[in-house]
């Protein structure tokens, strides 16, 4: 506790020292738009002279895959930044995107110049998609928050940079606004854009200043340097190449299923006396303690429970709860797989791209989203054969799964250097019977 309270007392010390430099910051910052050649070439000059930047990239929509790059922002000192713009509405000075990526290319492709970005990740994917293959990747804010504070309201770089730099912060949608009336990064008047994103690359610019000093006294530089950083490109590249699936196979198995729903509810409305919404908890309550005459087992705000607990304690006095908990399962299997994941895959590359989230949890495991992989089911046979349709991108290709064996307990055994727990391994004995023995 006394470690954990140190630590606080440092992060706050320090977040009060950057909100008290940074109180106005916005108001002294210098913002300078790149839109001609003769800018561009001077922004080059004053680019190839640093041995670290920020960027951060600006795009049409949030997946990488699919989204177009609208802009580019830098910078290497605080209160400035940099805005280069690629697509723009007609009338309004841009950069040819082909030539100005190839005389960046020196220096985002160069290693011995570091990186710095907020999510890093989606920049590191939008600037493999136009061909750039960004090197030198050493800080990310968000990453460095996420240790320093896992469960931290929001990671986000508006977020960090109200909280912890004191600075005004323009939300994406005040410019793109939301809904239906929402528009694209490239729509805005460049004017707002470049104010808007090169805000972004001083933000990211100032927090590595800030957040990097703190890694160190909270105990997690080596972590951060040594698994997060890396981990970055490497989640990066997964979430570029995608998974192969077969939909052919996932079509028949929807088939499949659409005639076993229909028996089963066949079998349902026969058991029930009568057809109903299976899908309704009311109607289905209706059915099972008013007309069956089973007995309630809980009661919701709602009415009677009808969840699966309630359904599982109610299939041994009569064959409807058992139906109904088998409707469910191949409808959620149907309904949030087999129909699903084949109109996620991309377009371009015929694969699923999903992604890998490092600073979700609590607790530091990965997370996944669009889909979420990790959620794929296989404790049932027709989980087991879903999970089957993800297949290797090429003929001659295999695809490999492993996991660690009783990770914890080694772990422990390794860090308590119990000499039983050890001899065990070392035995390769059964370590759940061996420790549930003492």
């Known amino acids: 506790k006394k470690y954990l309270s140190a630590v606080d007392e440092l992060w706050a010390d320090s977040a009060d020292k950057a909100i008290q430099e940074q109180v106005g910051a916005r108001s002294k910052a210098e913002y300078v738009l790149v839109d001609t050649q003769a800018k561009f070439e001077k922004f080059l000059a004053e680019l190839s002279k640093q041995k670290a930047i920020a960027l951060d990239t600006e795009t049409t929509g949030l997946n990488p895959v699919k989204a177009e790059l609208v802009g580019m922002s830098f910078s290497w000192q605080a209160g400035q930044g940099y805005y280069l713009p690629f697509r723009a509405f007609l ?14 290319r020196d220096v985002l492709e160069n290693e011995r110049v570091g990186k710095y970005g907020h999510n890093i990740k989606y920049d ?3 600037l493999k998609a136009v061909g750039v293959e960004l090197a030198g990747v050493s800080f990310d804010s968000m990453v460095a928050s996420y240790l320093l504070e896992s469960d931290r309201p929001s990671h986000s770089l508006k977020a960090l940079g109200r909280e912890l730099l004191g600075m005004e912060v323009t939300q994406i949608s005040e410019l793109i606004g939301k809904g239906k009336k929402q528009i694209g990064f490239d729509e805005v008047p460049i004017a707002q854009a470049c104010d808007y994103a090169a805000q972004d690359a001083d933000m990211t610019w100032r927090l590595q200043e800030l957040l ?11 972590l951060f340097n040594e698994v997060e950083m890396p981990l970055v490109e490497v989640l990066a590249q997964m979430e570029y190449n995608g998974i192969k699936l077969d939909e052919k196979k996932l079509g028949q198995m929807s088939q499949d299923l659409e005639k076993q729903t229909h028996d089963l509810l066949d079998e349902i409305y026969q058991q029930a006396g009568e057809e109903f919404n299976v899908d309704s908890p009311q109607q289905l309550a209706k059915v099972l303690f008013s007309k069956v005459g089973l007995k309630p087992v809980r009661k919701t705000k709602t009415g009677f429970s009808t969840d699966v607990n309630v359904l599982e304690k109610l299939r ?5 709860p058992g139906l109904v908990l088998q409707y469910r399962q191949i409808a959620k299997l149907k309904n949030t797989y087999l129909d699903v994941l084949p109109k996620m895959v991309c377009a371009k590359t015929s694969r699923l791209h999903a992604s890998f989230n490092q600073t979700i949890t609590a607790t530091g495991r990965l997370s996944s989203s669009g889909p979420n992989l990790q959620n794929i089911p296989a404790r049932n046979e027709m989980g087991r054969q879903i999970r089957a349709a993800f297949v290797p991108g090429e003929a001659d290709n295999v695809l490999l799964t492993a996991d660690y064996s009783q990770i914890e307990l080694r772990v422990l055994a390794h860090f308590s250097k119990d000499e039983q727990l050890c001899e065990a391994f070392a035995r390769r004995e059964d370590i759940h019977s061996f420790v549930a023995g003492q």
């Open 316 to 320: 041994v006095q009569h064959p409807l």
């Open 124 to 126: 590191l994917l939008m």
């Open 212 to 222: 990097s000093k703190q890694l160190a006294p909270a105990g997690v530089e080596k």
């Open 91 to 104: 009338g309004q000075n841009t950069l040819d995107i082909d030539s100005s990526l190839r005389a960046l």
